[in-house]
């Protein structure tokens, strides 16, 4: 069955090390989509993709940076971790017509101490 | 800009009893789509039910329903039936114009009672 992983689950890193978060979809959809779920805040967008080469900022980019080289995966890369990204995150993936569902992965529970 | 608005932290529901979860929105967009997205402790976002904006019908999904009006810019979620499996995180969220970002809420959390 297609599918939507996302590895690690879990992460705990050190302030101002680099990670790299991996999101991978086999459903073959052109939009992927990366958020993090803050406490009362619900889940904000950070970057995603309308397809290969495609990269956009979200409305919390700051701090990461995304890249897309082939359909399935978009991985996402905190350059310098602070303690303020220590958040969920969700990687997503949706067919490129407007009104189509988000997949949601698993997400990832990362700590940044 | 889009903007989603769940103005009710929590709520708790007895068990087989009905509970409607509150949600207004606002955009400029004239085609547009919301959603509610349940997230139980498992932390996976799991779709609950859809809305066309253009569709005068309000959704219904087995034990789910929508009141969308679209007038007031409100949609919110009713329970019907309410299990002990519904206690969960819900999302209002909104998905307008052509770029297929979704904006969230920021959430509900509903506990079900025995």
């Known amino acids: 069955d297609a599918e939507i992983t996302q590895s690690p689950r879990h992460k705990i890193i050190e302030t101002g090390r680099q990670v790299t978060l991996a999101c991978h979809q086999t459903?073959?959809?052109?939009?992927m989509f990366w958020y993090r779920q803050v406490l009362g805040h619900g889940l904000r967008l950070i970057h995603y993709s309308y397809g290969v080469q495609d990269t956009n900022k979200g409305e919390v980019s700051d701090g990461y940076s995304v890249s897309r080289s082939n359909t399935e995966d978009l991985p996402l890369t905190l350059e310098s971790a602070a303690s303020s990204q220590t958040s969920v995150y969700f990687c997503a993936s949706s067919v490129s017509s407007v009104d189509n569902e988000q997949f949601f992965g698993p997400g990832t529970r990362l700590t940044v101490l | 800009a889009q903007t989603v608005t769940q103005s009710q932290p929590e709520m708790s529901v007895q068990e087989a009893e009905t509970v409607t979860l509150s949600c207004t929105y606002d955009t400029s967009e004239s085609n547009y789509y919301l959603f509610w997205y349940k997230q139980p402790p498992s932390r996976q976002m799991i779709l609950v039910i859809r809305?066309?904006?253009?569709?005068?019908q309000n959704a219904t999904e087995n034990r789910f329903s929508v009141n969308f009006q679209k007038a007031a810019k409100s949609f919110s979620l009713k329970i019907s039936d309410s299990q002990l499996g519904d206690t969960a995180m819900y999302f209002c969220?909104?998905?307008?114009?052509?770029?297929?970002?979704?904006?969230f809420g920021k959430g509900i959390t509903l506990s079900v009672r025995p």
């Open positions: 969220a909104l998905l307008a114009g052509a770029n297929s970002k979704l904006t």
């Open positions: 809305q066309e904006a253009y569709k005068q």
């Open positions: 459903w073959n959809h052109n939009n």
